[in-house]
């Protein structure tokens, strides 16, 4: 089944095209990348997909239903979880307290409770609180629920931030750049968490760079160049499509600050 689909999605910047007639389709339960080399606009792309970025022309659906143009909190209402390359952690809280403030989107509470502090408003608490200690064993940072994320080694932040997302049950999680500035081990545990994670039911859309975890955890790989989709197939197809090795190895440029 196909969970999200892009048609003709573009996307300019001033004078610059960022994404230029993009289509591309995620099947439900899957790991599928999006990678390109730098400028190609993998971040803009997923900016899009998350609902932060509006096409300026071309359409999302979402489980069948056109979700184009909504705002960013309808998306995640919709689904659809998000992480980011540059960590979106909370310094001054606790990793517990990190991850139960992404789950309040599935436990709303009226503003009547929370005045009167009712049976339900503590109920509400504890099952968040208890969901959150669940993730943060989900992720492997399981004893870190009173741990300040200020006090965190970098890997455990990336976990820590896929965990909140986590929290809000996306059906579909966008995962940008989860490996970056990993070392060798940390990456490991990305990609076998990356791998649980699918196997669990969620669909995965991952943008990286790291491409020993590309080829390791991908079922379907698509590639960018300059806004355009270059290529799409299993990580062998995509490895060896000489379009595909041309265009990393010809591209020695930092990457655009929409890209």
């Not at 591309?24 to 990678?35: D, M, N, P, R, T």
């Not at 239903?65 to 310094?91: C, M, S």
């Not at 940390?186 to 649980?196: G, P, S």
């Not at 039911?201 to 300059?226: C, K, P, Q, Y």
Request: glycine share 10%; proline share 4%; aromatic share 4%.
């Amino acid at each position: 089944m196909t969970l999200m689909r892009a048609t003709g999605l573009a996307k300019s910047f001033g004078g610059l095209r960022a994404i230029d007639g993009v289509d591309l389709a995620f099947e439900a339960g899957k790991v599928h990348s999006i990678i390109g080399p730098n400028g190609a606009g993998k971040t803009t792309l997923i900016n899009m997909l998350s609902g932060i970025y509006a096409p300026d022309t071309g359409t999302i659906t979402f489980d069948g239903e056109d979700i184009t143009g909504r705002p960013v909190h309808r998306f995640a209402a919709a689904g659809i979880g998000r992480t980011f390359q540059n960590l979106q952690v909370f310094f001054n809280m606790t990793a517990l307290e990190n991850v139960m403030t992404g789950r309040h989107l599935r436990e709303p509470v009226s503003l009547a409770s929370a005045l009167l502090r009712t049976r339900g408003l503590r109920d509400a608490e504890t099952a968040c609180r208890d969901k959150a200690h669940e993730l943060l064993r989900r992720v492997g940072l399981a004893g870190a629920d009173h741990v300040a994320a200020d006090s965190m080694p970098y890997g455990a932040l990336k976990r820590l931030e896929i965990a909140r997302a986590l929290a809000a049950e996306p059906r579909l999680l966008l995962l940008d750049e989860p490996a970056a500035g990993l070392n060798a081990t940390e990456a490991r545990e990305i990609d076998a968490l990356i791998r649980k994670l699918a196997d669990a039911g969620t669909t995965i859309v991952l943008v990286e760079h790291n491409m020993a975890l590309v080829m390791e955890v991908s079922d379907h790989v698509f590639v960018l160049d300059r806004g355009r989709k270059l290529a799409e197939g299993t990580p062998a197809e995509v490895s060896s499509n000489p379009h595909v090795i041309e265009a990393y190895l010809g591209s020695e440029e930092p990457e655009a600050a929409h890209a």
